[in-house]
């Protein structure tokens, strides 16, 4: 299997499909493209030659300052770099942790991360029955009976999108406080329930460190841009151990605009969960389990493993339709599948190639 999401060329080259013929349901990208702000300041950057002959900031002021208005975070305690991973790999460099917790199922570069740096990693499966959702004080116990020093969580969970609530996730980081345990949290998703962001936190929370991503939401992962938010003294080292000019001036303008673009951003939160509904409702319709879900995407429950896998290839082969296979998540039974959410025609598509797989009626009351 691919380890992620939207790699359409392997899909095509391993099925013998035409990768023109896909509808992509594995990534989890705004399906409404960026903001059309965004497409206007790129034309008019690369009309500006000055902008491709000067080097970068090297300090990203400018990204940083944007980052800070738009989350609420101070200036210094910001951090950006070319994707998740390069900043994670930095902070495990600058941090001394030796024994990591990782809850799973999870994002499998979690692991590969912690396990590059050396770092030791105890795996706590999370409970399928209460959706896969962190249970606090079970979590507080496997720390204390690993002797961990580090715990990586990430909220809304991928795959399965499961949100905690910010006051039961800031009182988990004050009792992990007590006990000298780091907390590295992924809001990779936030945006799509940014009063749950544990970003105002770090200021007084020196265990936290919260990574965020805006290339999700805003629909522009081909431009790499993360960012971390840490007190002064992790920052400064995460700074030292990241490669100079990591963003491109290009990506850093538009990350800017983005961040700017309230507009966008309101309709962005608004539509997506119209459209999540609609789509869980269609899908428990056709009796498949749904988890709770605060993000842009669904993690499917199939009957059996086999049910699972041969739904997944059948989409790619009849439907052109490609879902996550998710049977390379660690803690997670093979009879998953996750799909994104994407516009309303693409949703309906999916749903009734799943009515044909499934063998549900041609004649079913479709959720509106």
Not at 64 to 89: H, K, M, Q
Not at 96 to 107: H, K, N, Q, T, W
Not at 295 to 324: K, S
Request: proline residues 6%; negative net charge.
């Amino acid at each position: 299997m691919p380890p992620h999401g939207g790699q359409l060329d392997r899909i095509a080259e391993h099925f013998g499909v035409p990768v023109a013929r896909l509808l992509d349901f594995s990534a989890n990208i705004n399906p409404d493209g960026p903001p059309k702000s965004v497409v206007e300041a790129l034309y008019e950057a690369l009309n500006d030659p000055s902008v491709l002959i000067q080097y970068p900031d090297l300090e990203e002021r400018q990204l940083r300052l944007s980052i800070s208005a738009y989350t609420g975070a101070t200036y210094e305690a910001i951090v950006v770099a070319n994707g998740f991973v390069p900043l994670l790999d930095a902070v495990l460099r600058t941090t001394p942790i030796r024994r990591c917790l990782l809850p799973v199922p999870a994002f499998g570069e979690y692991r590969s991360a912690l396990e590059r740096a050396g770092v030791s990693v105890t795996t706590h499966v999370l409970d399928q029955n209460a959706d896969f959702r962190y249970q606090p004080d079970d979590l507080l116990e496997a720390l204390l009976i690993g002797q961990h020093d580090s715990i990586l969580l990430a909220n809304p969970q991928n795959p399965s999108g499961v949100l905690l609530e910010r006051a039961s996730l800031v009182r988990f980081i004050e009792r992990t406080a007590k006990l000298n345990v780091l907390v590295l949290l992924d809001e990779a998703f936030i945006d799509y329930s940014p009063e749950n962001s544990l970003v105002w936190e770090v200021e007084h929370s020196p265990n936290l460190i919260v990574f965020r991503s805006v290339t999700k939401f805003h629909g522009i992962p081909g431009l790499r841009v993360a960012y971390m938010i840490a007190n002064n003294t992790v920052d400064e080292g995460v700074r030292r151990n990241l490669s100079p000019w990591s963003i491109t001036t290009l990506a850093s303008i538009a990350v800017h605009t983005a961040l700017a673009d309230t507009a966008y951003i309101r309709h962005t939160l608004r539509i997506n969960h119209e459209r999540r509904e609609r789509l869980v409702a269609n899908l428990r319709a056709l009796g498949l389990h749904t988890y709770p879900t605060a993000a842009n995407f669904l993690l499917l429950r199939f009957p059996t493993a086999d049910e699972a896998q041969n739904c997944w290839e059948r989409l790619i082969l009849d439907h052109g339709i490609v879902l996550r296979n998710c049977s390379n998540f660690e803690g997670l039974d093979h009879n998953h599948l996750r799909c994104a959410v994407r516009s309303d025609e693409e949703n309906s598509r999916l749903i009734e190639a799943l009515r044909i797989q499934l063998k549900r009626p041609e004649i079913w009351p479709e959720v509106r």
